[in-house]
């Protein structure tokens, strides 16, 4: 998205969307860690590159990358899946199934559907799978990047979070430690930003497997129902560099910025179904099929004591797509709604024109710009209207008034404000996870209300599936799974 890389803190892990963690990637508390720069940050009286320009004009801001190649999709990607015909599908059509008990889960961390309504499970270097017709999931161990173990020394810390794809297909999302600095040297040595002085003794090949570290498995599942990893995502959508050296920066592929995945989420319908967010600790990768875009983000910028600027990115744990198919983006500080570009390599450009910004900005009416508000979920109901969950601070209406301003109307009737995960169902309704009090749903102007039948207190995930009739509602707890359906 930019060449100016910044800095962000830590919070504590509390994902939604698609998935969930398995581990936290860091330890709660450490929010107040100092910003620190990924890169030589602009000079004093320099605009960064990606930043808006003065309100409340809101001009058309110009591409910032010049050396950017025409945006092509150099790897063929799944083609664009048709809206299927609406089904009961092959689950129960009760209007509520728990279904931990019926179907023998065991211990679940994250949870996600593929095309062909396999249910995928995740729990720390497990993954599961139960079919339509199966009586109980079958596991899988030490796929992918949780092959040699999790560990400092290893390919990553631990999983994360899953989400399904097509048919067969999951995505399964691993952290890992943070770099002091993002940028790794490619084998030539030349150094950011002219790439004209090329000095090998630069590289380390050490360093440069740091690259593999994290980041994202695509996995499949077998006939006898086991899984077995498709490939570890490395294909960007732009050719600039290596192809085979995980998630790094579609723009810069010196940059491995996005190390961690937070959050993950489905588009279930609509022109881009199929086509999958991830939420990392610096941005927002997109991805269809087996080739990604990385990435796009709302920051601000902080000013350091000679006057250059730092750019706060913010772990990215709240994704969801709106009515239109807009991207929903919270990460601890600020808030985003982008128009996804038509075509996959247009995805990290900040033109207005490929992939429209009608957000990027913090909530007024909360804390200030510099605080963070630690947003977990991000959703739009069918009337239009935008709520967000804070981790502390509780459920928030939120009102964009131009591209860089958005207020805020915080919703009171919850028993808390420790908030982890938002669904919008198609009957208006929204569904709101807490910590420590249940499932909460919030239907049109009649109020809150506790939702019963739901095992649990702590809400880890919920996940929305309007694919089916009655649409499900997948509610993951303390407890297990829980299907609602009939929203």
Request: aromatic share 8%; charged share 20%.
């Amino acid at each position: 998205m930019r060449r100016l890389l910044g800095a962000w803190a830590v919070g504590a892990m509390v994902a939604w969307g698609c998935g969930n963690t398995t581990e936290e990637p860091r330890n709660p508390g450490a929010d107040e860690n100092p910003a620190r720069n990924e890169e030589p940050p602009p000079q004093v009286g320099q605009q960064p590159p990606d930043t808006e320009p003065p309100d409340p004009v809101d001009p058309v801001p110009t591409d910032p990358d010049p050396v950017d190649p025409v945006p092509t999709d150099p790897d063929p990607v799944d083609p664009v899946p048709t809206d299927p015909v609406v089904t009961v599908g092959p689950w129960p059509d009760e209007p509520v199934v728990n279904y931990s008990s019926r179907y023998g889960l065991g211990t679940v961390r994250a949870v996600a559907v593929d095309d062909a309504y396999n249910i995928w499970l995740l729990d720390g270097d497990r993954i599961g799978v139960l079919r339509p017709g199966d009586t109980s999931p079958r596991w899988t161990s030490g796929v992918g990047q949780a092959a040699p173990g999790f560990g400092q020394d290893k390919l990553a810390l631990g999983s994360t979070v899953i989400c399904g794809g097509s048919a067969g297909r999951a995505y399964v999302g691993y952290h890992t430690y943070e770099l002091d600095s993002a940028f790794i040297y490619s084998p030539d040595g030349s150094n950011f930003p002219a790439y004209n002085d090329p000095d090998p003794a630069r590289f380390d090949p050490v360093r440069y497997q740091e690259y593999q570290k994290g980041d994202l498995d695509v996995v499949k599942l077998q006939p006898d129902g086991s899984v077995a990893l498709e490939t570890h995502l490395s294909r960007s959508a732009r050719s600039n560099g290596p192809q085979d050296v995980g998630i790094r920066n579609t723009n810069d592929h010196h940059f491995d910025e996005d190390r961690s995945v937070l959050s993950c989420t489905k588009v279930m319908r609509g022109k881009h179904r199929g086509q999958v967010y991830i939420g990392t600790n610096h941005g927002v990768t997109r991805i269809q099929g087996t080739v990604y875009n990385s990435h796009r983000h709302p920051v601000w910028f902080k000013p350091k004591p000679d006057g250059s600027l730092s750019q706060m990115a913010g772990y990215t744990y709240a994704l969801g797509i709106a009515r239109n198919g807009d991207v929903l983006i919270g990460n601890e500080w600020s808030l985003g709604v982008v128009t996804p570009s038509e075509l996959l390599a247009d995805w990290d450009k900040t033109s207005q024109t490929l992939n429209p910004e009608k957000l990027n900005s913090y909530l007024q009416g909360l804390n200030s710009e510099p605080e963070m508000d630690l947003w977990r979920g991000i959703q739009q109901t069918t009337d239009g209207l935008y709520y967000v969950a804070s981790k502390d601070y509780g459920l928030w209406k939120m009102t964009i008034a131009r591209r860089s301003e958005a207020h805020g109307t915080r919703l009171s009737g919850l028993p808390t404000d420790r908030l982890t995960s938002l669904a919008a169902t198609d009957d208006g309704s929204l569904f709101i996870g807490t910590e420590g009090f249940g499932l909460w749903r919030m239907e049109g102007q009649k109020g809150l209300s506790h939702v019963e039948g739901v095992n649990g207190t702590v809400v880890r995930q919920l996940m929305y599936d309007p694919t089916v009739e009655p649409a499900m509602l997948y509610v993951l707890t303390n407890a297990g799974l829980t299907v609602i359906r009939g929203h």
